[in-house]
């Protein structure tokens, strides 16, 4: 099977002044023998449109976070200078097939776009915090081999929705504002349980007065399996009883996971151990700091007794029939 790549194409110039392009007749050439050829997704774009060249496109990505920090990278070899932005090289940045709706920002669609962290200056720290959460990212289409770029388009315009790592790895899903409106609920949906978010408004909770404020005491042992020293620690400070900080948020104020914020698995007062849904990016140490708050299982007894408050402010509707009451009969 004969492979058509960049360097195919590149050698059926012998003079390095004219450009190489790709035709129906070069691509027979390149086929020494009789299996099938083979021609990539780029390769059979340019098949049906001669005019276009192989080498003098590449593509050019801009993140720019809500705090005004930008990255822009470029897939090319070399960096380039766009619409007065310098886009740096980076071997890592991919980006899946896009919907047409992201080549506007009135449009719908989305895009996922993945890399390798530490490779091109984006840490797992900033993920984890959420420092790239409604980013604004627009991605163009640039003739690299041209100062005045006039055959350049924008293909993508839109924001991050969410971002994720995962080993090395990292994920950032990209959505336009259409799709981000479309998402909103036009009414309430009504539930058994309250619908809620605790601490938000229309939630009648305080969380101000029920913020914990502790330190580190003791970590645990070190487990490559679980990473237990990056998702638990002691502090044997606490004195509320167990489970009252379950489901809660833990912030770190100090130490190497400063500014990020997770949801609390497990407590257990009697002990101290606390123990995170997520871990760490890097590991706990005695003496980091950190602030937390109590979670809620959205269920009324816990509204009353657990925040004392009265039953008209839940936010559930637990006498409400279900669905299973259209089947109910009366029984004999």
């Excluded at 163009?140 to 790592?165: A, E, F, M, P």
């Excluded at 309430?188 to 913020?211: A, E, I, K, M, Q």
Aim: net charge negative; with cysteine; glycine share 10%.
């Amino acid at each position: 099977m004969a492979n058509v790549t960049k360097s195919n194409i590149l050698t059926l110039s012998s003079d390095p002044n004219v450009q190489a392009r790709v035709s129906k007749s070069s691509v027979l050439i390149l086929s020494t023998v009789s299996q099938p050829l083979y021609c990539t997704k780029s390769v059979m774009l340019v098949l049906s449109s001669p005019s276009d060249c192989v080498t003098k496109l590449c593509q050019c990505w801009k993140i720019t976070r809500q705090d005004g920090i930008t990255f822009a990278y470029t897939t090319h070899n070399k960096s380039i200078t766009f619409l007065g932005t310098t886009y740096q090289v980076c071997k890592s940045l991919n980006a899946s097939a896009f919907e047409s709706g992201l080549m506007n920002s009135r449009g719908t669609g989305d895009v996922e776009i993945t890399g390798i962290l530490g490779d091109d200056g984006i840490s797992e720290h900033d993920i984890v915090t959420g420092l790239f959460d409604n980013a604004t990212v627009e991605g163009y289409v640039v003739s690299w081999d041209s100062d005045t770029r006039t055959n350049s388009k924008r293909i993508l315009k839109g924001i991050i929705g969410g971002s994720k790592q995962s080993g090395t790895k990292y994920s950032m899903d990209v959505i336009t504002v259409g799709i981000k409106l479309s998402q909103r609920p036009l009414i309430d949906v009504y539930t058994p349980s309250c619908r809620f978010d605790l601490g938000v408004s229309p939630c009648p909770v305080n969380l101000s007065s029920y913020v914990y404020s502790g330190g580190v005491t003791e970590t645990v042992s070190r487990d490559g399996i679980n990473k237990s020293s990056y998702r638990q620690f002691y502090d044997i400070g606490t004195s509320q009883p167990d489970g009252y900080y379950d489901l809660g948020i833990l912030t770190w104020t100090s130490g190497d996971n400063s500014g990020i914020s997770t949801e609390i698995k497990s407590y257990d007062q009697s002990s101290g151990l606390i123990t995170l849904w997520n871990a760490m990016p890097n590991e706990i140490q005695i003496g980091d700091d950190y602030t937390m708050t109590p979670g809620c299982d959205k269920l009324m007894n816990t509204h009353q007794t657990k925040f004392a408050l009265p039953p008209d402010s839940f936010g559930g509707l637990p006498d409400i029939p279900g669905n299973d009451a259209i089947a109910r009969t009366p029984d004999a």
